[in-house]
């Protein structure tokens, strides 16, 4: 059994025996945990944890002892490392049963583990250890697949799991719906010591456990054991007369990627009146089939069954009744519509079941929402636990979908996922598909152990949840602008014509803060076409948009410095009119948001120091100092716009060629080698242009960056209408 491949028809057996074959009991664990944390139909992020019973040596006796190696508190299977796992010496770990009171004081076990830790490990045992602990095998796995869900939240699951040990020759035991911990740990003890041959246990509205003598046998036996259970719900899907929730009411939009992008705004800006969020979106087939269908409001209303579901999800998504065939129009009004009525539902769910000793109340406001014909819009805190939610929300739909497979041609109002925690009368039913009783979710999504985990998340940086999209961004201060966002915790959008030099950028700024909260596109700000599209890519990554920044510019040259006609006209352009443009696109997002946002424009000491040859650049350079004033009124209240005054910067600028800067070093009467490198070149000219300066210091392209961060960010809440000098203290650049 631990060499033979197994015979699966969904899932892949891909332990490798020689890679196996290199590592020790603890990272077995951990590639087992990896292979099995892989694949989402196995285990959501997060979800689920494996265990290892391993003899070790006592540091302080020298004793051959047991230990409990178990996934420790808040970790994800799919990319643990050794040291994400908890060991606890597994005699004492026992022994704490002596101090259990009973699931009133649950949560005080938890505090004891750290007494019973072997070899001092700093990592925290998760609320399921004892789960691991209690159950007498050297390797277990407890999982939430879909599947495994799905046959767990059946109002027949009970009947149906007996119905698959038949069919597939196993011993799965029953055990009714208990929240982890203690308790729960002992009647997993007691129902396996209660049924010969026992080789895995539905935990009813919850998951699954299955167990080996070896790391190899655990993970056959999982993959194995959840593989037929997927066989067993598919053959059950194809009775006929049976269709998925009830079948299909709606057909999806035929532009439904178009109508996402233009509710995006307004609902993350309606979600996020208490706290901002940041938003993902996603009409994958599962979803639309599940939106589009007549049982989607009413299962949906129902709620999640599987603790790592809701704890992400809410209790239920908000879900919006609208027609496809209808006018897309309707659909900010039917937002406001609902969102009061989930509010209103989501304070009395708390109100009803919070303690005195609960945490406080949570923002009321849905972290899924729901809308036929177009799909699922999803919500965190970064792009990760966006898409995170929505990836939970996925294996809920999976979850009722199988439930409803099970009861095809049924009508079962049996509830075995009754127990001492919750009775019969309290969980809810529909198709099929039984849903966690609320009390029991509260007891969850509120937990202290949960909110523990919360309080113990690094402090959110200083533009944590703000949107920044980036104009310019793929070279000199634009690229620095993007860096320190990056840095602040921002998710940032470099835009550039340059879409090489955006991507390149881009990358820089991922190796600081992530690949997901990090994306570019192209943009010519001369084109309202390319403004709205840069704009909804913005949209379609992050769900919104908090700040906008231009530093693109351009400065017209010739051989001989003459500017032409067609120069004069493209200056003005670009320097003036598209940052209009810019703006006046972005005010539409800004606008369906409803939320403070902030705009930061780049102008140029130019704007109020007269210059020879320079006449196109220096006048609409003191356009856009005065457009920025106006865009301060117009935007007005809720947007903030400002901009900041450089002196010449030289450093990584696009503006300064080759050509250019041999052409101003010989108006300055600068020596220079022709031979010279074009960084030798630039730093010649910087460095005369310093001098012309109180601090006699060259402007730095992060200088530029930092002031327009400052203005950007919430430290200047209060300003807007102002442009910072960042000349080195330049005397003719002073207003009279």
């Known amino acids: 059994m631990s060499t033979t491949k197994a015979t699966l028809k969904f899932l892949e057996d891909k332990w490798d025996e020689a890679t196996a074959a290199t590592l020790d009991g603890a990272e077995l664990l951990r590639y087992r945990s990896n292979l099995l944390g892989s694949d989402l139909r196995i ?65 005080a076990m938890v505090a004891l583990y750290p007494l019973v830790t072997f070899n001092n490990n700093p990592t925290a045992a998760s609320i399921d250890t004892p789960l691991h602990g209690f159950l007498p095998f050297a390797h277990v796995d407890h999982l939430h697949p879909d599947w495994g869900i799905a046959l767990a939240a059946s109002a027949n699951g009970k009947q149906k799991m007996e119905e698959f040990n038949a069919e597939f020759c196993h011993k799965l035991a029953w055990l009714p719906w208990q929240r982890p911990g203690f308790e729960l740990g002992m009647m997993l003890r007691q129902i396996v010591e209660e049924t010969p041959g026992c080789d895995g246990v539905v935990l009813g509205g919850h998951g699954l456990f299955t167990w080996g003598d070896t790391q190899r046998e655990s993970y056959l036996s999982t993959i194995t054991i959840i593989d037929q259970i997927g066989q067993f719900i598919e053959r059950h899907a194809l009775t006929a007369g049976h269709k998925h929730f009830g079948g299909a009411k709606f057909e999806s939009h035929s532009e439904r990627e178009k109508v996402a992008a233009e509710v995006m705004p307004y609902l993350r800006g309606a979600v996020s009146r208490k706290q901002r969020w940041i938003g993902s979106f996603t009409d994958a087939q599962s979803v639309l089939d599940f939106v589009n269908s007549h049982s989607a409001e009413q299962l949906a209303h129902l709620g999640t069954s599987c603790p790592d579901h809701f704890i992400r999800t809410k209790i239920r998504p908000m879900f919006l009744k609208w027609d496809p065939a209808t006018d897309p129009k309707a659909i900010p009004a039917i937002i ?35 809308l036929p014909g177009v799909g699922m819009f999803t919500f965190g805190k970064n792009k990760t636990e966006a898409r995170l939610t929505g990836e939970f929300y996925i294996n809920a739909i999976g979850v009722m979908q199988g439930a409803g497979a099970l009861g095809a041609g049924v009508n079962c109002t049996d509830i075995p996922q009754a127990g001492p925690a919750a009775s019969a009368d309290q969980f809810s039913v529909y198709q099929n598909y039984v849903a966690l009783p609320p009390s029991e979710a509260f007891r969850i999504e509120y937990w202290a152990l949960e909110e523990a985990k919360i309080r113990r998340q690094p402090p959110e940086k200083q533009l944590s949840r703000q949107v920044a999209l980036i104009v310019g961004g793929g070279s000199g201060i634009g690229a620095q602008v993007a860096l320190i966002a990056a840095e602040r915790g921002a998710h940032v959008m470099i835009a550039d014509r340059d879409v090489e030099g955006a991507k390149r950028v881009a990358e820089e700024c991922k190796a600081i803060a992530g690949k997901e909260v990090i994306g570019h596109t192209s943009i010519d700000i001369r084109d309202r076409v390319a403004i709205k599209a840069a704009l909804t890519a913005t949209i379609k990554q992050f769900g919104g948009l908090d700040i906008l920044i231009n530093t693109a510019a351009l400065f017209p040259s010739s051989p001989d410095g003459v500017v032409s006609d067609a120069q004069w006209g493209v200056t003005l352009e670009v320097n003036v009119t598209a940052n209009y443009l810019l703006v006046d696109e972005a005010k539409k997002f800004f606008d369906a948001e409803g939320l403070d946002g902030s705009i930061v424009l780049t102008s140029s000491a130019n704007a109020v120091v007269a210059k020879r040859g320079s006449e196109a650049y220096d006048v609409s350079k003191a356009a856009l100092s005065h457009l920025v004033r106006e865009l301060a009124v117009s935007m007005s209240p809720k947007v903030r716009v400002n901009g900041i005054s450089p002196a010449t910067v030289v450093k990584e600028s696009t503006m300064f060629p080759r050509d250019r800067v041999k052409a101003s070093l010989a108006k300055y009467n600068i020596p220079f080698e022709e031979s010279g490198t074009d960084d030798e070149l630039r730093n010649a000219l910087a460095l005369f242009y310093a001098k012309r300066t109180l601090t006699h210091t060259p402007i730095d392209p992060k200088d530029c960056a930092e002031a327009i961060m400052y203005l950007a960010g919430p430290l200047a809440r209060c300003t807007t209408g102002h442009l910072i000098p960042v000349d080195g203290g330049l005397i003719e650049a002073y207003l009279r």
């Open 43 to 107: 285990t959501n992020f997060g979800g689920g944890n494996t265990s290892s019973k391993l003899d070790e040596i006592d540091p302080v006796t020298g004793e051959t002892v047991k230990v409990l190696w178990v996934k420790g508190s808040g970790g994800d299977l799919g990319s643990i490392k050794r040291s994400g796992l908890a060991t606890l010496y597994l005699d004492r770990l026992l022994a704490l049963e002596k101090q259990y009171r009973g699931v009133a004081e649950e949560d």
């Open 336 to 370: 406001e519509s609902s969102l009061e009525t989930y509010r209103a539902e989501y304070s009395a769910y708390y109100a009803k079941h919070a303690l005195p000793d609960s945490p406080k109340l949570r923002d009321a406001s849905p972290t899924v929402v729901l």
